[in-house]
């Protein structure tokens, strides 16, 4: 391309980084000073003046709209209203703080009247308050990125000594969420009547989301070892006029192109991106035909309807491929690929010639692990422990109606209960069919290690500056953080890696082989007992493990019910002492916190922020105090474990993951456990 459209380029790249942790004080100060200029704002609106033709008096009662055409609330009732104390925040009915609290007074729902504002179109009424238009045109546009597009390029490739050319070539800046990382992704388009072995459009990502270059390349090989339609991905480096650019994972991707090359339709009508759970109570744009010719969408929302309606599989097996469906949503919850249906994003529906539709999906960075907590607290912050803990928990052993209702959704969507929970069985074949076949580490660690030779240099490349200190293709200085070589080795076998978003990426292998245990266990299949062996061996790299989020030296927040830029939340800083017992008194203990003279938590507390020899500990907000969760027995902790006998030590936790003729076994710090006496 032209060195001034290069150049122009860099500079548009450099936009920031991503957002790893927050601090909640902060957070919920800036939402309410959101929340009070919102209520401000719509107070000064005159509704008569901005919507003549309708009656927003009777469409937004909660205004209380006066005759003059003005909203008469109380800001201050209002607000008071409002929940802006931590303990509201551990519900999880928004991973996003500052919905949450939009949301949080039921007699005033701001969120319903910005949507019905934004619904009717009155954003570009003269007579509309310039701060609630940029609000609500900021919630709903899409991210405001200055798109990098020029069709005035041409491309060469060399594939194993063979070289192509192609002078008619549109080459654009990709992605959205990877924008913010320190190297972008890029798409190409060949124009024209030339094709690249069928393919025509390729998307190059550098997956920074993840640390080991290996997740979509493996999730898109599992897809092709099954028969699955579904992108196909490999590895490129690419040079742009000779400047090293690093390596990516090029991938073809669903267009028009893509569907006449797998289908023979030319120029289809019907594909579309989606962005919704496949319910009929979808946003706006929720579902984009990509033939730019249609805009009608009855199409696609009869189908929707008809999804809504359905109470069974057999009320849409001959409309839509069933069995495809149900093979995607199996793969999801074996790769613990949170960023697809079960987060209504990336993929497609596409309405074949023989005239049933099909699921397409695409995009499996976050997959084996990788960032998987974010479904359950979104942004780490920092000083908040209590919505922290939420985040420690072994997605391993999620059981599939688990997986697919994370913490934050009301119920799990239709489509899962149809064709899932109500009727298990089909789901449960084919998810066994899987496990045999391709999931399992037989036959996944072998493909592992060769991919692993396969990039092993070109990762040692990317871990180099250049002469002018940047990482190859890094052009966002704002974000100029990478994994290391040592964590790129490590995530790609067993060791559990902080990723670039400051969540948990687990161990490559190990993802696969806590998963494949389960599953065998759970659905009493016949496995590799090899693999189910306790005394598998692995090595884990504790120079680069991340050990998850570790709260114990976090002050935990007070019961605040009240905050104020003038009265800041309270820290409460508690630590436990556990001195020496030498004798233990005959009277009955509830728990072993009542040992060392701490009480015992009422029955509502069950979240466990600490844990030692004394078991499970939550912390008491109203006393202000520690108290103990695992109940006493009769057994002094200081007891002999049993399973030492067999070289393993004993469980902090009780919970069991295996029963043989030994007793019973916990799995914790990568490593098998016995499960104490007293629990």
Not at 96 to 103: E, G
Not at 138 to 148: I, K, P, Q, T
Not at 564 to 590: L, R
Not at 629 to 640: A, F, I, K, M, N
């Amino acid at each position: 391309m032209p060195p001034e459209q290069f150049d122009d380029m860099k500079k548009s790249l450099n936009i920031g980084g991503t957002l790893l942790e927050d601090n909640f004080q902060e957070r919920i100060q800036m939402v309410k000073v959101l929340i009070s200029n919102i209520l401000d704002g719509l107070k000064r609106i005159n509704y008569t003046l901005i919507s003549p033709e309708y009656s927003l008096k009777d469409l937004l009662p909660q205004l209380k709209i006066g005759d003059d055409g003005m909203s008469q609330i109380n800001i201050e009732e209002v607000m008071e209203g409002m929940h802006f104390e931590p303990e509201y925040y551990l519900k999880f009915l928004e991973r996003d703080i500052a919905i949450q609290a939009i949301k949080s007074n039921p007699n005033f729902d701001i969120y319903n009247i910005i949507i019905t504002i934004y619904s009717l179109n009155l954003l570009d009424s003269p007579s509309m308050d310039p701060l609630i238009k940029e609000i609500i045109s900021s919630a709903f546009a899409s991210v405001n990125l200055y798109e990098f597009k020029t069709k005035n390029s041409t491309l060469s490739v060399e594939i194993s000594s063979e070289k192509k050319f192609f002078d008619k070539v549109t080459f654009s800046v990709g992605g959205k969420s990877s924008r913010y990382f320190n190297k972008p992704g890029y798409n190409i388009k060949i124009r024209g009547k030339e094709d690249l072995y069928g393919r025509t459009q390729f998307k190059f990502r550098p997956d920074a989301s993840e640390p080991t270059y290996l997740r979509s390349k493996l999730a898109s090989d599992i897809h092709k070892s099954l028969g699955i339609k579904g992108i196909s991905s490999n590895y490129a480096t690419l040079y742009i006029n000779d400047e090293y650019l690093g390596l990516f994972i090029i991938s073809d991707t669903y267009k028009l192109s893509w569907i006449e090359y797998e289908y023979g339709e030319k120029d289809t009508t019907s594909l579309y991106k989606c962005e919704s759970n496949l319910e009929s109570n979808y946003q706006s744009n929720s579902f984009i035909n990509q033939n730019e010719n249609i805009t009608d969408l009855t199409e696609i929302m009869e189908l929707l309807k008809t999804f809504d309606e359905a109470q069974s599989a057999a009320d849409i097996e001959n409309i839509f491929d069933v069995d495809n469906f149900l093979k995607e949503l199996a793969i999801e919850y074996l790769l613990g690929s949170w960023d697809n249906f079960n987060n209504a994003n990336n993929f497609f529906l596409y309405k074949q010639p023989n005239g049933k539709w099909i699921y397409l999906t695409y995009d499996f960075d976050n997959s084996f692990g990788a960032n998987l907590d974010t479904l359950y607290c979104g942004v780490i912050y920092v000083d908040f422990p209590e919505r922290m803990a939420e985040c420690i928990k072994d997605h391993l052993i999620d059981t599939v109606e688990e997986y697919f209702k994370p913490l934050f959704k009301v119920e799990v969507a239709h489509m899962i209960d149809i064709l899932i929970l109500k009727d298990p069985s089909r789901f449960e074949k084919i998810l066994s069919n899987i496990v045999k076949k391709v999931f399992n580490p037989a036959t996944l660690y072998p493909h592992i290690d060769e991919l692993k030779e396969l990039i092993k240099p070109f990762i040692e490349k990317e871990k180099i500056r250049n002469k002018n200190g940047i990482y190859p293709g890094g052009y966002n200085l704002y974000a100029d953080t990478i994994n290391s070589f040592d964590e790129w080795d490590a995530n790609s076998e067993f060791t559990m890696v902080k990723t670039l978003l400051g969540l948990n990426a687990y161990g490559l292998k190990y993802w696969i082989l806590g998963k494949y245990r389960y599953v065998c266990k759970t659905y009493k299949l016949e496995c590799d007992p090899i693999y189910i062996d306790k005394n598998y061996q692995y090595s884990i790299n504790k120079e680069v493990e991340f050990k998850r989020y570790d709260i114990s030296d976090i002050p935990l927040l007070s019961n605040v019910t009240n905050i104020t830029n003038e009265t800041p939340i309270v820290n409460i800083t508690t630590e436990i002492e556990t001195p020496t017992i030498t004798s233990i008194p005959t009277f009955d203990y509830k728990c072993l916190a009542e040992l060392i003279g701490y009480p015992c938590c009422p029955s509502i507390i069950k979240t466990i922020y600490a844990q030692d020899e004394y078991g499970d500990w939550g912390f008491d907000f109203k006393k202000q105090e520690w108290c103990g969760l695992t109940p006493y027995t009769g057994s002094s902790v200081d007891d002999e474990c049993w399973s030492k006998i067999y070289g393993y030590s004993c469980c902090k936790r009780c919970m069991v993951y295996e029963t043989d003729e030994n007793g019973k076994w916990g799995f914790e710090s990568n490593q098998w456990c016995g499960i104490p006496a007293s629990c």
